[in-house]
């Protein structure tokens, strides 16, 4: 007899903590740059905004590779192809370091987001492999935690390695590249031997173990639509589209904070060490509230006021810090707005294993988190030229607060579609079972 808490634990301790340390690696690859910003903008003679477009080309490499690199994911499995993506994003990150113009720093961004695309979705759709549709909600605020230990290593990383200028003869700016790319070549090469692409080849699970999880993820799949595995259909399925418009409000709200921020703690007149120390304290909330939300959602019957309250928590707040003019006052409704931010995207990425599974998953996953991750570009397009044309660093918190309220909103639109469709799929197997003959 299979202990269902039991094997969910031994599944979570085995996996969660490698794939979080990957995304703690992935996450401080793509942030390096707000650090970096503050002396290679001057370095390399280019403006912020010249700078923001630079940062934010990694998007469009991930947009345009994303859908590919986890269909690759589903044909080759994940531990492949996880050491395929980690090794060539740390050489490209590590190539950073040597950027000698601002075409070149274009296009190292670029290939960036080309190597690293595939990760974030890549797990999602592992993750409906290896748990039940009850836990994965919770696996992945516990996936994502890493990202705010990410930001919060991060900053006093970046820091400290600023402060490191002219050690060896190599720039504070970059020493951060370096530091930050070595990271993800050595783990890409630990997981090959580590991470078992399945289930059925997990050596660390017993033989009734596999059958018991291979049985209920089944018979979870099984109500669902008959194209809920189809790739391509996935790739055009309204829920699909309208999820992907959705999201893109959360990574630019997320990415045009977390870009910005240390800019903004800058201007408060700190140095850069101690700008790096502030900005652990909202990716400790980040790490709490991720924590937290998703726990309370799993045990909610509807989910959605668990995506759409912190949103807008998170919208309030960064209008506040926008309206209020003390430095302390701002820096905490910023902490809070990250939190907010965070807190409902576990849920949020819940709702696509309601009605897509297999290489449909891993299709419709990609689609929404490479259009929704478009926002990432956004934001590090118009957050700098806002403060260009304003003046100030902190006016761009009013895009991102207005950003992220219609983000929310949204959700309510998704959450009816989606069980609109479920409604009828039920309709549907009622009729046809109805019509069937009995015997």
């Known amino acids: 007899m299979v202990d269902e808490k039991q094997l969910i634990s031994k599944i979570t301790w085995r996996l969660m903590p490698f794939l979080g340390l990957l995304y703690l690696v992935a996450y401080i690859d793509r942030q390096n ?15 912020e905004y010249a700078y923001g477009l630079g940062a934010s080309l990694f998007f469009i490499g991930y947009f345009i590779f994303e859908v590919p690199s986890n269909l690759m994911l589903d044909r080759f499995g994940a531990s492949r192809w996880f050491a395929r993506i980690l090794i060539s994003w740390g050489i490209v990150t590590t190539l950073l370091a040597y950027t000698q113009n601002a075409t070149m720093f274009y296009i190292l961004r670029f290939l960036l987001g080309a190597c690293e695309a595939g990760f974030f979705p890549g797990v999602l759709y592992l993750l409906t492999l ?41 720039a504070g700016w970059q020493w951060v590249f370096i530091a930050t790319g070595v990271p993800a070549i050595i783990l890409g090469v630990v997981t090959i031997f580590y991470l078992s692409d399945h289930p059925a080849q997990a050596h660390f699970l017993t033989d009734e173990e596999k059958r018991w999880l291979q049985d209920r993820l089944a018979s979870e799949n099984a109500g669902m639509d008959k194209n809920a595995d189809s790739g391509f259909k996935a790739l055009v399925d309204p829920r699909v589209l309208l999820m992907a418009l959705c999201y893109i409000a959360f990574p630019l709200a997320a990415y045009g904070l977390s870009y910005w921020l240390p800019t903004i703690v800058k201007s408060f007149g700190v140095g850069n060490t101690e700008n790096g120390f502030l900005n652990i304290i909202p990716w400790l909330l980040v790490a709490v509230s991720l924590y937290v939300v998703p726990a309370m959602a799993a045990k909610a019957k509807s989910k959605t006021s668990y995506i759409v309250i912190p949103a807008f928590v998170g919208a309030v707040s960064l209008l506040l810090s926008a309206l209020i003019p003390d430095h302390r006052l701002q820096f905490a409704f910023l902490s809070v707005a990250a939190a907010g931010i965070f807190a409902g995207q576990p849920v949020f ?40 044309v304003t003046g100030s660093t902190i006016a761009p918190m009013f895009f991102l607060a207005g950003c992220l309220a219609i983000g929310g909103l949204l959700v309510f639109v998704v ?8 409604r009828i799929t039920r309709e549907r197997e009622i009729g046809a079972a109805a019509a069937s003959p009995k015997i």
């Open 415 to 422: 959450e009816q579609q989606i069980s609109r469709r479920e």
């Open 349 to 388: 990425w819940s709702l696509p294993s309601r009605f897509l599974r297999g290489a449909g998953a891993a299709a419709g996953l990609a689609a929404i988190n490479s259009v929704g991750n478009l926002g990432g570009f956004i934001a590090q397009n118009v957050v700098p030229w806002i403060k260009d």
């Open 130 to 170: 290896w748990f039940p549709s009850i836990y994965r909600g919770k696996m992945v605020g516990l996936f994502m935690i890493f990202s705010a230990f990410a930001n919060a290593v991060g900053a006093p990383l970046g820091g400290t390695l600023l402060d490191l200028n002219g050690l060896y003869n190599i």
């Open 33 to 47: 740059v707000s650090f970096a910003k503050l002396q290679m903008v001057d370095a390399l003679g280019m403006s």
